[in-house]
Structures are given as C-alpha cells and as structure tokens.
C-alpha cells in the first residue's frame, strides 16, 4: 500500500485565524482529502478536506467538512468528542517518541492526548497523558458552528474547524524540535461520528481495523 504524503508549505509568520476557507493566505494552499472509509461506517460519505500551513511558531490547520446528520453535544475539554461530529488530527513529529491526538467536534471543543503506548486499557492507553486544561488553551480554535448542536441537523450543511497548534506544545513532550523546514513527520487525519444517526469512521491514510490509534497506518506530512 502507498502511504500518502502532503507537502506543508510555509508562511514566514504566523497567522491569526483567518476564519474563511478561500481567504487570500489559504486560498493558495492544497488541500489533502479524508476518503478511506472503514466498512462499518453507515452509507453516509462526508466529503472532509484538510489543509496545513507551518509558521516559524506554530502549525496551522483548516477542516473543511460538507456533511450532514451533524449532531455536537459535548461542550467541555476532554470529554468524549469523538462521539459528535468530530475532525481529528494525529501527529508524530518524532520517530523515537509517542503521537499526539487532537480531536475537534463541530463546536470546537477538544480532546487531546499524548500517546506513547497505544495499547487498550480499561481507562484509555497503556502509556499515555491527557493534556491539562492549561495546555490544551494553548490551541486556538475557530468552528463554524455554534454549540450545542442538538437535535441533529439532517440537512447538507458545509462546517469548517480551523486551529493555531504552537509547536512549543508538541516540544513539552517530545523535546527541541529544531528548525521544522525540511523534516518529514508522520500523521493521519480523520472523520468521524460514533453517536450520529449515521456513523462513519474515514481516514486520510487508511486504517486496517476499526481503530484510530495505529500509528503503523500514519501517513507523512513533508515540511
């Protein structure tokens, strides 16, 4: 199987928000595509793209998601997001060290970790750290829609997630990452909706079982 690469291109300085998917800094960027659907997922196909941007201090990311059946009922940091409308973006910038998983519900609330042993256990992963508030304040985050979005929304509806990742985040557990330009880190994007009315699970990079945390099925992302 082909692992997919995305060339990340590079601002020199960081942004602020820019809130709109075709704005003059993004409008130039290409977007990669979320379509490797999990054959448990139910007949419905959002068509979810990402694009990314690296500033001298921070990685820059932007969901488009044109979907529908779109539900968001958690509305505090950490809790079960997956099960909304949700995006996420996991990232290895180190191939010595663990992974870090960002998830965002169409409302813009997160859930973040740092995993270094994936493996199940009754109260999450075998060797992993769930990101303090403090830390996790240190994302910026723009979602399209408000929250909560209940009851469901069974109309197409087009929503966007647009976040501001310091890379001084990632260096708290992985140690320096030095100058980015250059280095090639391995990630895996995704969307999902585990209590929608329609549940789908899709990757960027496609995974082999029903399961998000297989880094063996990352993909790269090329700075």
């Not at 992974?99 to 992993?128: H, K, M, Q, W």
């Not at 090639?184 to 585990?194: L, P």
């Not at 998000?212 to 990352?218: A, D, G, S, Y």
Request: aromatic share 14%; hydrophobic share 40%; with cysteine.
């Amino acid at each position: 199987m082909t692992i997919p690469a995305y060339s990340v291109l590079s601002v020199p300085q960081d942004l602020e928000l820019q809130q709109e998917w075709d704005s003059p800094v993004w409008r130039q960027v290409p977007a990669l595509t979320i379509a490797a659907f999990r054959p448990e997922s139910s007949g419905h196909r959002p068509l979810t793209e990402v694009k990314l941007l690296a500033g001298p201090l921070s990685l820059h990311g932007f969901f488009r998601v044109r979907d529908r059946y779109v539900r968001c009922v958690h509305d505090r940091f950490q809790q079960p997001v997956y099960q909304d409308s949700c995006v996420e973006f996991f990232v290895q910038p180190k191939a010595d060290a663990g992974y870090f998983n960002f998830e965002f519900n169409c409302g813009g609330t997160l859930l973040a970790s740092y995993i270094v042993d994936p493996t199940r256990v009754e109260n999450g992963f075998r060797d992993f750290s769930r990101l303090t508030g403090e830390q996790g304040s240190q994302l910026d985050i723009y979602h399209s829609l408000p929250a909560p979005v209940e009851p469901e929304i069974s109309r197409d509806i087009t929503w966007f997630i647009e976040f501001r990742l310091p890379f001084s985040l990632l260096e708290q557990y992985v140690g320096s990452l030095g100058e980015i330009r250059g280095q090639v880190w391995r990630a895996n994007f995704y969307k999902c909706g585990d209590a929608t009315s329609h549940p789908h699970w899709a990757a960027w990079s496609p995974v082999d079982a029903l399961n998000f945390h297989l880094p063996r099925c990352f993909g790269r992302i090329c700075f």
